[in-house]
């Protein structure tokens, strides 16, 4: 009966359905969604030296209140557009480059009047620009360049959605830029007027569309 008991066992543990892998959509359920990433880096970084004794003391109480309710925290944001690169059509291979980089703020924020940048990892300066590793580097196949430059213009706008974690306050220097490091957990490109995405990781689903982001018909 024990045999039998657990070759029952096997048998219906065999028979369950795997489970589905997670989605954006469950990574970014659990996350805090920020439009401001300012006053995150601000609670992270700032010096709280200006004013007087007072001033300062309150700054930090602030500062540090804030911090605690960022460290470790889940953020749903948007990242810069820039992040998504396409490179040029290849005649010879039919194919364009798309890549997205980790990039969150690249463009830098400006904290206590000092530029800061976010990033997904370990930054570098090529040609006094930031650059960072990619988290998606793929080609793309069209019939010719027609249709490739015609696909290129349906990015136009496109909106970059990334799942952050904040886990401490990492702070990395290169070539005189400063900045602080995140993890990225979940990323997606949207296209805001259909909701279609075009890129993700891990899968999405379609989001809900802007029709405020629509271009406007053609007179």
């Known amino acids: 009966m ?4 657990l070759a029952t066992v096997l048998l219906v543990a065999l028979a369950a359905p795997a489970l589905a892998d997670e989605t954006f959509e469950q990574k970014a359920a659990s996350a805090r969604s920020v439009r401001n990433l300012d006053e995150v880096a601000w609670a992270l970084t700032a010096a709280c030296d200006k004013g007087d004794d007072t001033q300062q003391r309150q700054c930090r109480l602030v500062r540090d209140a804030r911090a605690k309710t960022e460290l470790g925290a889940t953020l749903l944001v948007d990242a810069d557009p820039a992040a998504l690169e396409i490179g040029a059509f290849s005649t010879a291979k039919k194919s364009l480059t798309l890549q997205l980089s980790s990039c969150i703020r690249c463009t830098p924020m400006q904290i206590d009047g000092k530029p800061l940048h976010l990033t997904g990892a370990a930054p570098r300066v090529e040609g006094g620009k930031l650059r960072t590793s990619w988290l998606y580097d793929n080609t793309r196949q069209f019939a010719d360049e027609t249709a490739a430059k015609a696909w290129v213009a349906t ?11 904040v886990p401490d306050r990492k702070r990395w220097q290169v070539g005189g830029k400063d900045g602080l ?10 296209l805001p007027c259909t909701g279609v995405v075009v890129i993700a990781s891990p899968a999405s689903g379609n989001a809900e569309p802007d029709r405020k982001a629509c271009p406007a018909p053609a007179k």
């Open 155 to 165: 990015l136009d706008g496109a909106r970059v959605q990334m799942v952050i974690r």
């Open 2 to 5: 024990k045999r039998a008991g």
């Open 181 to 190: 490091l995140v993890d990225v957990l979940a990323w997606r490109v949207i």
